[in-house]
T-cell receptor, first 109, second 115 residues
Framework: QQNVQQSPESLIVPEGARTSLNCTFS?????YFWWYRQHSGKAPKALM?????GEKEEGRFTIHLNKASLHFSLHIRDSQPSDSALYLC?????????FGSGTRLLVSP | NAGVIQTPRHKVTGKGQEATLWCEPI?????VFWYRQTIVQGLEFLTY????????DSGMPKERFSAQMPNQSHSTLKIQSTQPQDSAVYLC?????????????FGPGTRLTVL
């Protein structure tokens, strides 16, 4: 049974700061690793994904994956108030997606 | 492309009443998922359809919850004898073709409140 945990539960950072969000998983056979973002009252929307060890950068966002450590993370460079949202990590194996409970990020102007 | 459509957006029921939630997936997507989201439990998987066939309902509370997908353009989630603990946002998502690398596209959700 896949167990996905996120830390921290919530985070407040000043505008322009670098933000780091963490996710651990339990099933070493997991295939794809995702970050979704959910603004208040809106649907979750995929930010980016990775499937092999290492890092992947898209704009201000970077995802790191270390399968041996059962850990991946999302780093946001130059955080903006518009980045304030609930961030959900997700791990997939086959069709099944297991989401973490989320990190609530607030970027203060 | 209108995205995933869910109706109604809000539903209030009395304890013991029935609630039916509707989802229209993105045209051409063969995989449809239902989730329940609460502050306490987070985003919980309920059930999954592929090409309209039920594949996995392991997250569904067995006795009062049921889901169907009668055609490729809509799916329903029915909750009988609703209880206050069923209050949550119910999210529908679709993807194509439903593999591990497939992004899930979520609808706006139905907020169910059971009084």
């Amino acid at each position: 049974q896949q167990n996905v945990q996120q830390s921290p539960e919530s985070l407040i950072v000043p505008e322009g700061a670098r933000t780091s969000l963490n996710c651990t998983f339990s099933d070493s056979a997991s295939q794809y690793f995702w970050w979704y973002r959910q603004h208040s009252g809106k649907a979750p929307k995929a930010l980016m994904s990775i499937f092999s060890n290492g890092e992947k950068e898209e704009g201000r966002f970077t995802i790191h994956l270390n399968k041996a450590s059962l850990h991946f993370s999302l780093h946001i460079r130059d955080s903006q108030p518009s980045d304030s949202a609930l961030y959900l990590c997700a791990v997939t194996g086959g069709y099944k997606v297991v989401f973490g409970s989320g990190t609530r990020l607030l970027v203060s102007p | 492309n209108a995205g995933v459509i869910q109706t109604p957006r809000h539903k209030v029921t009395g304890k013991g009443q029935e609630a039916t939630l509707w989802c229209e997936p993105i045209s051409g997507h063969s995989a449809v998922f239902w989730y329940r989201q609460t502050i306490v439990q987070g985003l919980e998987f309920l059930t999954y359809f592929r090409n309209q066939a039920p594949i996995d309902d392991s997250g569904m509370p067995k006795e009062r919850f049921s889901a169907q997908m009668p055609n490729q353009s809509h799916s329903t989630l029915k909750i009988q004898s609703t209880q206050p603990q069923d209050s949550a946002v119910y999210l529908c998502a679709s993807s194509s073709p439903g593999g591990a690398d497939a992004e899930q596209f979520f609808g706006p959700g139905t907020r169910l409140t059971v009084l």
